[in-house]
């Protein structure tokens, strides 16, 4: 194995999908979890037969090569509106059972139009935006949109969901379990005006890695989408979802350079880790792009194209030629640079596993 590589503790991933498919199985809710966190079919089978009752996709391509690896049952948590998407999604829909979405009246009409065209009927959820400000109905124009859409022909509206994150009154918190509850609370209580209404929605779906388990606890909640938690990354560890030891991918960077005792220069820059999550930032404040694992002097300060600068409290042993492993701050978009991982087993070994879903931005 040369580097940079991904690297997957095989054991710590495995008791992670048991973990998740056990909160799921305790609250008695579905598990559909995000597949944009590996984006690889095998992975997604191992949860699937842990317990998972489908999977979440935010992309129609990403939808399509976990169908042709035999995944029967995807929603595309994310609403269509092209006309080429949506031709995808029909099609895809007579072979598994597809769910899409939908968060404006006009996007619900496209559905509807392409689905009359082809002669069937797409199951739909209605997204909804609870704090996060990102794609989703206004939550107080929710019912009229639903009413609305449920008059459309060729949709069958079985549910809502949201996204919303370690959100709590509207901001950024650390206090997780409570930011879940209230993420459930939104959602049960929208889906019961909604069947007030006359819209007899049966999913509400709700829950990132941070909020499932305790979103899950609240009454009227069938299913929860994690994605981060097959790996867990740094970010994941500050919001204390998981562990330090409950990480389970790691860079595996070579030491190229070293230009004086307080600097170091390691083979993966901004083309090997994601810096979507920068350091310093409210609510987790992370020291820089990565932890160095087994070594608390050093810091991931910079990042260039292909190269990683590390800087140095003190004096270290490391030289040039050693081999440093970096827990990144984000392993989703970590992840999607990498076309391939390395699943390592408890006796060393690798298995080299192609990122199959890896660029499917479409």
Not at 287 to 308: C, D, N, Q, S
Request: contains cysteine; aromatic residues 4%.
């Amino acid at each position: 194995m040369d580097t940079p590589a991904l690297v997957i503790d095989k054991r710590k991933m495995d008791q992670n999908i048991r973990k998740m498919a056990d909160i799921a199985q305790k609250q008695q809710v579905g598990l559909r979890p995000h597949i944009k966190t590996h984006k690889i079919p095998l992975l997604a089978m191992r949860q699937l037969q842990a317990g998972a009752t489908g999977i979440t996709v935010a992309k129609v391509t990403e939808a399509e090569v976990m169908a042709e690896h035999g995944i029967q049952d995807i929603f595309i948590a994310y609403p269509l509106v092209s006309g080429m998407k949506i031709q995808k999604a029909v099609e895809l829909s007579k072979n598994i059972r597809l769910i899409t979405a939908f968060d404006s009246l006009e996007g619900a009409r496209k559905l509807a139009a392409a689905a009359d065209q082809a002669e069937l009927e797409l199951e739909v959820r209605m997204e909804i935006d609870t704090g996060l400000r990102r794609t989703g109905v206004l939550y107080d124009q929710a019912v009229d949109l639903a009413k609305k859409v449920k008059a459309l022909s060729r949709l069958n509206l079985t549910g809502i969901y949201t996204f919303r994150g370690p959100i709590l009154d509207g901001k950024p918190t650390l206090d997780i379990e409570e930011a879940g509850r209230q993420e459930g609370r939104l959602m049960a209580e929208l889906a019961d005006k909604l069947r007030k209404e006359g819209v007899a929605v049966s999913d509400v779906s709700v829950g990132s890695t941070s909020t499932s388990a305790s979103a899950a606890g609240v009454e009227g909640i069938t299913e929860i989408r994690p994605g981060t938690y097959v790996f867990y990354d740094r970010m994941q560890e500050k919001y204390q979802c998981c562990s330090p030891e409950e990480r389970a991918a790691a860079i595996h960077v070579t030491v190229v350079s070293k230009p004086s005792e307080s600097l170091l220069i390691v083979d993966g820059g901004s083309k090997t880790f994601a810096t979507d999550v920068q350091p310093d930032q409210p609510p987790i404040f992370l020291k820089g792009f990565g932890e160095i694992a087994g070594h608390p002097e050093m810091v991931l300060e910079r990042l260039t194209e292909e190269h990683g600068m590390i800087t140095v409290a003190g004096k270290t042993d490391v030289q040039i030629g050693d081999v440093l492993q970096i827990i990144p701050n984000h392993i989703c978009s970590t992840l999607n640079l990498h076309n391939e991982v390395f699943l390592q087993n408890e006796d060393g070994s690798l298995e080299k596993q192609a990122v199959l879903a890896r660029g499917k931005l479409q």
